[in-house]
């Protein structure tokens, strides 16, 4: 079956990322795909119309998706959207069910095949395609900047003429990608930078990094690269020792958040009352509820003198890299969906079966399908 792959504009006003880059259009016409994006749909990632050679640009939203077989998107699509998909087309896009149920039904409705980006199996075959730690990597650089921009004082240490100014203390809880990558983005600013993660096979990580590892003595190694939720003991006495560490720093970077599910609860009342006044937390697990007590999503707000703040969808910020890294996702992903330049998809590969939402009208993803109670169209 010749491909017709189709890459809409982001119609949600927060999303600056596009699908497809001019680079990974031209590397999808050389294996045979037709090509098609709507236009003006990467100006907010800053690649203009022009940059898209050998690819057929539509101005009509209407006519877009005619034929179409393939299509990619950054971010959930609306349900008038979904209606205007070609049935039995495949999508491939960020879903995130748990907050998106109407949309799943509304594929279910459309027959649509959908591959969830974020349910891309963390295996070595899968890596090149793994777009939550692309993303996540570009947010834990960003948080870094952010809590040095938020900080009431230097992160480096300074001589002066007016004297030496200590290098601040930042804590990062969470080594992940996105804590991995705010560790080294905090070190290179020149802070005293300290890490805690549930995992302990994280230290070393940590520690080729310059940080020091925070040790609490609870352990919560899980599958997959993620950690197991704790018992309600385990969970008290993360309590206590965090908040005794908190209170010692200048900064805090959250990074816990847990795919599909709200984000762990780790920074609560009492550890922000006893901060330092001009201190402050970057909570990137906002998105799912916050790991701090006190966040508000999507804002910034200062509690008892210390600054919490609660950015959303942090990749978006930096277009540029978040764009090409995640088109570079999505072409690694397709490449599996092809020979020849045709449709021959393996339903049985471990990619495709790992991130498979729903087919022909129903739901094969498992805990989708528990979350929602085995609906179908």
Same mark, same amino acid.
């Given at each position: 079956?010749?491909?017709?792959?189709?890459?809409?504009?982001?119609?949600?006003?927060?999303?600056?990322?596009?699908?497809?880059?001019?680079?990974?259009?031209?590397?999808?016409?050389?294996?045979?795909?037709?090509?098609?994006?709507?236009?003006?749909? #990467?100006?907010?990632?800053?690649?203009?119309?022009?940059?898209?050679?050998? =690819?057929?640009?539509?101005?009509?939203?209407?006519?877009?998706?005619?034929?179409?077989?393939?299509?990619?998107?950054? #971010? =959930?699509?609306?349900?008038?959207?979904?209606?205007?998909?070609?049935?039995?087309?495949?999508?491939?896009?960020?879903?995130?069910?748990?907050?998106?149920?109407?949309?799943?039904?509304?594929?279910?409705?459309?027959?649509?095949?959908?591959?969830?980006?974020?349910?891309?199996?963390?295996?070595?075959?899968?890596?090149?395609?793994?777009?939550?730690?692309?993303?996540?990597?570009?947010?834990?650089?960003?948080?870094?900047?952010?809590?040095?921009?938020?900080?009431?004082?230097?992160?480096?240490?300074?001589?002066?003429?007016?004297?030496?100014?200590?290098?601040?203390?930042?804590?990062?809880?969470?080594?992940?990608?996105?804590?991995?990558?705010?560790?080294?983005?905090?070190?290179?600013?020149?802070?005293?930078?300290?890490?805690?993660?549930?995992?302990?096979?994280?230290?070393?990580?940590?520690?080729?990094?310059?940080?020091?590892?925070?040790?609490?003595?609870?352990?919560?190694?899980?599958?997959?690269?993620?950690?197991?939720?704790?018992?309600?003991?385990?969970?008290?006495?993360?309590?206590?020792?965090?908040?005794?560490?908190?209170?010692?720093?200048?900064?805090?970077?959250?990074?816990?958040?847990?795919? #599909?599910?709200?984000?762990?609860?780790?920074?609560?009342?009492?550890?922000?009352?006893?901060?330092?006044?001009?201190?402050?937390?970057?909570?990137?697990?906002?998105?799912? #509820?916050?790991?701090?007590?006190?966040?508000?999503?999507?804002?910034?707000?200062?509690?008892?003198?210390?600054?919490?703040?609660?950015?959303?969808?942090?990749?978006?910020?930096?277009?540029?890299?978040?764009?090409?890294?995640?088109?570079?996702?999505?072409?690694?992903?397709?490449?599996?969906?092809?020979?020849?330049?045709?449709?021959?998809?393996?339903?049985?590969?471990?990619?495709?079966?790992?991130?498979?939402?729903?087919?022909?009208?129903?739901?094969?993803?498992?805990?989708?399908?528990?979350?929602?109670?085995?609906?179908?169209?």
């Amino acid at each position: 079956m010749p491909v017709r792959l189709v890459a809409p504009k982001e119609l949600s006003p927060d999303e600056n990322r596009v699908a497809l880059t001019p680079d990974v259009a031209t590397r999808l016409n050389k294996l045979g795909v037709d090509v098609v994006i709507e236009s003006t749909a #990467g100006e907010r990632s800053h690649f203009l119309d022009q940059d898209y050679k050998d =690819t057929t640009i539509i101005a009509d939203a209407k006519q877009l998706y005619q034929n179409a077989n393939l299509i990619i998107k950054v #971010g =959930t699509p609306t349900i008038d959207e979904i209606k205007s998909y070609p049935q039995a087309s495949i999508l491939i896009s960020y879903i995130n069910a748990h907050i998106h149920q109407a949309e799943v039904k509304a594929l279910l409705e459309q027959k649509i095949s959908c591959l969830a980006m974020e349910l891309i199996p963390r295996i070595t075959r899968a890596q090149s395609m793994d777009a939550l730690s692309s993303q996540a990597s570009i947010a834990g650089y960003k948080a870094g900047l952010m809590a040095a921009d938020l900080s009431s004082q230097f992160f480096p240490m300074l001589t002066t003429a007016a004297g030496t100014i200590r290098p601040a203390r930042v804590l990062v809880i969470g080594a992940g990608v996105a804590g991995l990558q705010a560790i080294a983005t905090v070190k290179r600013l020149g802070a005293i930078v300290e890490a805690y993660d549930v995992r302990s096979v994280t230290k070393e990580q940590v520690e080729s990094l310059g940080a020091k590892f925070v040790e609490l003595e609870v352990n919560a190694e899980g599958e997959g690269g993620y950690a197991r939720e704790l018992t309600d003991e385990e969970k008290a006495e993360q309590r206590k020792r965090l908040g005794e560490v908190i209170a010692k720093v200048n900064a805090v970077i959250t990074t816990a958040a847990i795919p #599909g599910r709200d984000s762990p609860k780790l920074i609560f009342k009492e550890a922000v009352d006893a901060m330092a006044p001009g201190s402050v937390i970057i909570d990137l697990a906002s998105e799912g #509820g916050g790991n701090c007590e006190m966040t508000e999503p999507g804002k910034t707000i200062i509690y008892n003198n210390v600054v919490i703040h609660g950015p959303l969808n942090v990749p978006s910020m930096i277009p540029i890299h978040a764009s090409e890294m995640y088109s570079k996702n999505i072409f690694n992903l397709v490449q599996t969906l092809l020979d020849k330049g045709e449709l021959n998809i393996d339903w049985q590969d471990d990619v495709i079966k790992g991130c498979l939402l729903c087919k022909d009208g129903e739901i094969t993803h498992p805990k989708t399908k528990e979350l929602m109670n085995g609906v179908s169209a």
